[in-house]
């Protein structure tokens, strides 16, 4: 019996509702090859009542861990790995390379550092291409693609918690704005605040028509996109369609199939409809409910006396300003699809009920340190939003040539810190090699900040480095 | 070489599925693209209206959707025949059920009657859209007033409105010129002898008074011979920055002649395109005219309905790109649309209104074609739902009326897809003749009950704020998303009797986010704007950043 048939006679035997909602491949011999075996029927599963995070976390981590084979329908020989469906100009004769590639056939394979979901080291290094058709390149010049590091994804469920309730406060003060523009016939300026985070200012005026153009750190449609070293995609969902294309070669059906592309083998390879929306969320609710980086709780006296002092400095010295230790998040109610994807990703409105997963019943979000309001302070030391991060003086972060998604290319979302102490090397290419190599690679709006930190004592930096170390990823 | 490419595609076609089309085309291939759902609620929106009348209202029932009383929103004229006009303004609640409340123009009911069809255009440079109406009769320049008030303005601008059956019309800035160039096609002259053979009246084109600082049409130029158009289109087909003029025209009326294409250069005399220019000699029941670049090469193609066939027409890749010869590729992309696609009826269909829009939004054009008898001609199918053709990746058409909705047994005549709710999703009018307005709500993948989207989508408000042609015609908007580019051009004109101007609709399928050029007319290209989907963005003339529009009381804008 091999590990899925076992999943799945596990689940049939906590529900009756789960027979009909994880659903196995038959007939599969035990020395398969084949690594996606298992489907969800979302529908199903979202109208059974059954908590979905049992049913799709084990289905999602095999699949996370799977090393996909072309049995899967691995490879796009016909598709690149752009976001959006795009046939390629030639094909290429290497199924992977780790350019355009394939560049892996596992998502564990960069993400496992120092555990599986982690983040990469250098080794594990992406490229990013906006270049579309001509994603077929084969050299490193950063005029055709960025290189990026490997994220490491505990605590993205509540990431992504965030960036929904900061999107809906802000699209709320839009809506505000405009509403009293209409009403007094006058333009009406709002700050655009949420959870402590300012992201500009706005501008609506009578006819409804909007000024954009003092928004600051987040798109011009006020919605927060927490994932990527840039910040420039909405959801796990989203991020996880992007990723198994561009990765492995496995394109969803939602969007890579025959509604948007007028096939259901875009990629030429064979198979159809390689990524149910089904394993998709599967896939998301394990990454959402991946436990969240901490901190060491076994350090030595001397380095916890450092920590504690050093956690103060990295406040005076303005780190945290950006670095937030905590943002307040009001619901722990995880559903998928969310609120804010659009076409080509699943969609609340794609379906009849989105899949409700309550991250409260994890125990370790039980742990979680809440405010006076009940509401769980998410200690992610970020605070969602974009910064320019170089200068002319200090440009070591500014070393891609291309803009991404519309961002430009020396402004990045803020690291969230959490976990830092596991996840080395550092910076958006992974190329610096030490925590105090990164901060003081810190130029533009963290500029002053890194003064700070630079005009500390030695052993006061150190104690900074030593708060930093203590975020940790649990393993 | 993009032209090329989308010959290749044709030509795979035929060699890859000749069956298909050849075998039986009684079966129109099964639309593999999301298919939209509408659902017809004019009474329930209070448009009650029909265009009516005897002979002479067999043609025209056009509607004007433009934005009268500066909301933003599409509003609607409506042309009645023998009834009169009526203008309804949109009170549709945003993403809701459409809803409209007809409204007095200030007009005399007099100036409302004998309507055929109607454009808005803002001909005076003063930011409110005008109407010309076209009558028969006088032809009627209306002011926009705001606050969707007209007032007559023939006699201001020394227009002669003419005693003509006037059932097409067209516009174009000319270059140098700071007012626009009005064209107008004229039908059957009743009164010459042996009317209706033969007796086509001339078209006229109305140039502003080069010798006046002031606003004057005071000499039209004749447009000879007219063979009876129903259909004119300023239109830049050759790539060369300078609008031409086509007229499709009636064969059921003209004797010795063709459809047209009048070469209009600025400050001098038009003339017509002839075979010794590669103009080809073509016959058909010309009644509308769609016209969107497929291929995105520069060279429109353009989509001609008639009785019986609908053309497409491309230029023909084995001539001189310099020279109007054209080749039909509707048989080729499946948009012949040459009879019912539904019902018993097997007789050939008759095509009027015809547009190029995205109704699905997955960012590939489709065709609209309004569709019924002329009155009732035993020859042509009396049953004979409107069209809808969804583009497909493979490049070519598959009819979806009557798995839309829109397959009612009416006749249709003008027409229009706008967003009336402000949903993201075109919405569609119908004129039809002798029997009430379809109104037809797009509710996406979803029901009346519970509209859901279906692609991603752009609607782009293109200015030139403090400068003449303020609507920018004659613009291009380019879209880019990922390496696909789609093109748009701003014009008045085409169809059948029915012009918009507005919102210009992209469906963006999955595109998250794109790139928006525009040409502007003068030729000038501006900056690249970047934008995001399912957003109303208005694009103003030298600004750098484009502003985003939100419909009033937007749920979660």
């Keep these: 019996m091999n590990n899925q048939t076992l999943l799945y006679c596990v689940a049939g035997a906590v529900s ?15 020395w398969s090859e084949k690594a996606i075996v298992e489907d969800v029927d979302i529908q199903a599963l979202a109208a059974s009542g059954d908590d979905p995070i049992a049913v799709l976390q084990p289905i999602g981590e095999d699949l996370f861990t799977a090393k996909f084979t072309v049995l899967d329908g691995a490879g796009r020989p016909d598709a690149t790995g752009a976001i959006l469906p795009t046939k390629v100009r030639r094909q290429s004769h290497l199924t992977f390379q780790r350019l355009a590639g394939l560049d892996a056939n596992a998502c564990s394979s960069c993400h496992n550092e120092p555990v599986v979901g982690g983040a990469g080291s250098f080794t594990a290094n992406v490229f990013v291409s906006e270049g579309f058709e001509s994603a077929d390149f084969d050299t490193i010049d950063p005029q055709f693609s960025n290189e990026r590091n490997t994220n490491a994804l505990q605590g993205a469920g509540l990431i992504e918690l965030l960036a929904r309730e900061m999107t809906a406060d802000l699209r709320k003060q839009r809506q505000s704005a405009l509403a009293g523009a209409r009403q007094s016939g006058e333009p009406e300026t709002v700050a655009l605040v949420t959870k402590g985070v300012s992201f500009g200012h706005l501008t609506a005026f009578a006819d409804g028509t909007l000024d954009v153009s003092r928004i600051e750190g987040v798109d011009h449609d006020l919605t927060i996109r927490p994932f990527s070293q840039k910040g420039v995609f909405t959801s796990l969902r989203q991020f996880t369609v992007n990723a198994m294309n561009a990765h492995h070669g496995i394109q969803p059906a939602e969007r890579f199939g025959s509604d948007w592309t007028g096939t259901a083998d875009f990629d030429g390879d064979g198979y159809l409809d390689e990524m149910s929306t089904g394993q998709v969320s599967a896939l998301v609710a394990w990454q959402a409910t991946l436990p969240a980086p ?17 956690e103060d400095l990295f406040a005076a010295t303005g780190c945290a300003s950006c670095h937030l230790p905590s943002l307040p998040l009001d619901s722990l109610v995880f559903l998928d699809p969310g609120p804010y994807d659009t076409a080509g990703t699943l969609r609340q409105s794609d379906v009849e ?49 291309l803009a991404q998604r519309f961002v430009a290319r020396d402004v990045f979302i803020t690291a969230e810190l959490w976990g830092v102490g596991s996840t080395a090397p550092y910076g958006h290419r992974g190329d610096l090699t030490t ?32 708060f930093l170390r203590s975020l940790e990823i649990s393993q | ?146 606050d969707c008030r007209f007032e007559v303005m023939n006699r201001s601008l020394a227009f002669e409105g003419g005693r003509e059956w006037t059932t097409a019309f067209s516009a174009t800035w000319e270059e140098g010129s700071t007012y626009p160039t009005l064209a107008f096609g004229n039908y059957v002259d009743r009164s010459a002898p042996g009317s209706p053979w033969g007796t086509c009246h001339n078209n006229f084109l109305f140039r502003p008074d080069a010798d006046s600082e002031a606003l004057l049409y005071r000499e039209p130029t004749r447009l000879s011979p007219g063979y009876c158009s129903l259909s004119i289109l300023f239109t830049d087909w050759n790539r060369s920055g300078e609008a031409s003029l086509r007229i499709s025209n009636d064969r059921h009326y003209y004797r010795g002649g063709q459809e047209q ?53 491309t230029l023909d890749l084995e001539s001189d790109d310099t020279l109007p010869v ?122 009346a009950a519970d509209p859901r989207p279906l692609g991603n989508w752009l ?91 939100y419909p009033p009381g937007a749920s979660n804008p």
């Excluded at chain 2, 809808?388 to 009557?402: C, D, M, P």
């Excluded at chain 2, 015609?473 to 014009?491: C, E, H, W, Y």
């Design chain 1, 16 to 30: 009756g509702l789960m027979v009909t909602t994880a659903i196995a491949s038959p007939d599969l011999p035990p």
């Design chain 1, 294 to 310: 901490g901190r060491k709780d076994d350090l030595p006296e001397v380095w916890q006396d450092a920590a504690d002092h050093g």
């Design chain 1, 353 to 401: 009920t989105p899949l409700v997963l309550d991250l409260e019943t994890l125990v370790w979000v039980q742990s979680l340190p809440r405010d006076e309001s009940g509401r769980v302070l998410v200690p992610l030391f970020g605070d969602l939003k974009r910064h320019k991060i170089a200068d002319a003086a200090n440009d070591t972060l500014g070393n891609e040539l």
């Design chain 1, 435 to 466: 925590l105090h190599e990164v901060i003081m690679a810190h130029g533009g709006d963290a500029a002053d900040s890194q003064k700070a930190y630079a005009a500390l004592e030695e052993d006061e930096r150190q104690y900074v480095l030593a």
């Design chain 2, 1 to 146: 070489m993009i032209r090329r490419t989308l010959a290749a595609a044709t030509c795979l076609l035929l060699s890859g599925s000749p069956s298909s089309l050849a075998a039986d085309s009684s079966k129109p291939p099964e639309a593999l693209a999301p298919i939209p759902s509408f659902t017809e609620e004019a009474q329930q929106a209070d448009v009650t209206h029909v265009y009516d009348g005897a002979w002479e209202f067999f043609v025209g029932g056009g509607t004007a959707i433009f934005d009268c009383n500066d909301d933003r929103r599409p509003d609607l004229f409506l042309a009645g025949g023998s009834n009169q006009a009526r203008l309804f303004q949109n009170e549709s609640i945003t993403a809701g059920p459409l809803k409209f409340k007809e409204v007095d123009t200030g007009v005399s009911d007099r100036s409302l009657g004998r309507v055929l069809g109607a454009y808005p255009i803002d001909i005076d440079n003063d930011d409110h859209l005008d109407l010309v109406v076209l009558r028969l009769g006088e032809n009627l320049l209306l002011k926009g007033l705001g």
């Design chain 2, 261 to 313: 294409l009048w070469a209009v250069p600025a400050n001098r005399p038009p003339r017509p395109y002839r075979r010794s220019d590669g103009w080809q000699h073509l016959k058909i029941w010309g009644m509308g005219i769609a016209s969107i670049d497929l291929n995105v090469d520069g060279f429109p193609e353009y989509a001609l309905t008639s009785m019986g066939d609908t053309k497409l027409q």
């Design chain 2, 326 to 447: 054209f080749e039909d590729i509707a048989f080729n992309l499946g948009v012949t649309a040459h009879r019912p696609y539904t019902g018993d009826d097997l007789k050939p269909s008759t095509g009027w209104h015809s547009e190029f829009q995205d109704v699905n939004n997955d960012g590939l054009w489709d065709l609209f074609i309004a569709k019924g008898n002329v009155e009732a001609m035993p020859d042509f199918a009396a049953y004979d739902p409107d069209n809808l053709l969804l583009g497909q990746w493979s490049r070519t058409f598959a009819e979806a009326g009557k798995d839309a909705g829109i397959a009612l047994d009416r006749r249709g005549r003008g027409g229009g897809l706008a967003d009336f709710n402000a949903d993201g999703l075109l919405d569609l009018i119908v004129v039809n003749r002798s029997s009430p307005v379809s109104l037809f709500r797009n509710t996406g993948a979803g029901t």
């Design chain 2, 459 to 549: 609607a782009i408000d293109v200015r030139q704020p403090a400068r003449f042609n303020g609507r920018a015609v004659g613009a291009k908007i380019s879209v880019k998303t990922g390496n696909r580019t789609l093109v748009k051009d701003i014009q008045v004109g085409g169809g059948h009797a029915s012009g918009q101007l507005g919102f210009v609709h992209f469906g963006l399928g999955v595109a998250e986010r794109a790139n928006v050029r525009i040409k502007w007319p003068d030729g000038d290209w501006s900056h690249g704007y970047r934008v995001f989907a399912n957003s109303h963005v208005v694009i103003e003339r030298g600004t750098e950043k484009a502003k985003l529009w």
